[in-house]
């Protein structure tokens, strides 16, 4: 089932996605979260940050799995999605830094790729599964292609991804030309799924996504077969919807 929440405002945005985090932990606080980087979840972020000092959310108990990394980026790169989450969550609350699992894709990218999908199977279905979504219909970083992968593995971007990540490097070179990341079927295995856009620039995706038919040419599509989607929006990325 789709359920689709569209706001007005950032702010709301914001509240709504850090709302669901929040209740998910108060209800169980040993909650498996999957977790997203890019520009869209880090004020879902901070907002949890600022529950987490008002005392509203606790991850002492929590663990996080994150759905993807570049492959080649040591974990201190400061464009690493490991430095991602360190900067806009896991340093400002009290989650313990042996419970945040993410691919480690610097130094060897294969074993890190069987490695990660024993720890998601050891996690069994993991409870919420955040997703931010490119603008060419890719979630975590499983591009559009004629076969998608179920599981882990390490994925060549597309060049539009990588135009699209180029705004957080000094040059466009330097954006790495792969990425490891959670395969499909591991996203879809999670209880429940939070997708989220914003702007105008995803409107067109974010409509194909949900309404257009089922296609790996837009793996964002087959979330429409999960039973427990919420679609959370601004107006302009929801316009079509
Ligand atoms: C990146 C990440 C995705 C993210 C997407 C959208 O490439 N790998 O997990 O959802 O692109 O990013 P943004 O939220 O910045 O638009």
Do not use: D, L
């Given at each position: 089932m789709l359920n689709i929440l569209k706001v007005d405002h950032e702010a709301q945005f914001n509240d709504i996605g850090a709302g669901i985090v929040a209740s998910l932990l108060q209800t169980r606080p040993q909650a498996a979260l999957g977790l997203a980087t890019g520009s869209t979840p880090v004020g879902i972020y901070r907002r949890l940050v600022e529950l987490y000092r008002e005392g509203s959310v606790n991850f002492s108990q929590a663990r996080t799995y994150n759905l993807d990394e570049y492959v080649g980026l040591p974990a201190d790169h400061p464009q690493s999605y490991r430095q991602f989450m360190e900067e806009h969550l896991f340093r400002h609350v009290n989650i313990l830094p042996h419970n945040t699992y993410i691919p480690s894709g610097s130094e060897n990218p294969e074993a890190a790729v069987t490695e990660y999908d024993r720890l998601l199977e050891q996690a069994g279905p993991l409870d919420l599964q955040i997703l931010g979504l490119g603008?060419?219909?890719?979630?975590?970083?499983?591009?559009?292609?004629?076969k998608l992968h179920s599981r882990t593995h390490i994925v060549a971007l597309d060049d539009r991804t990588r135009e699209a990540n180029a705004r957080f490097f000094r040059s466009p070179d330097e954006v790495p030309t792969h990425a490891i990341t959670m395969g499909i079927a591991s996203i879809l295995h999670a209880k429940q799924i939070l997708l989220m856009a914003k702007g105008e620039d995803k409107a067109e995706i974010v409509a194909r996504a949900l309404k257009g038919p089922l296609t790996t040419h837009c793996p964002a599509s087959l979330l429409q077969t999960h039973p427990n989607v919420t679609i959370l929006v601004d107006a302009k990325a929801g316009r079509f919807i």
């Open positions: 603008h060419n219909g890719h979630i975590g970083f499983n591009e559009p292609a004629n």
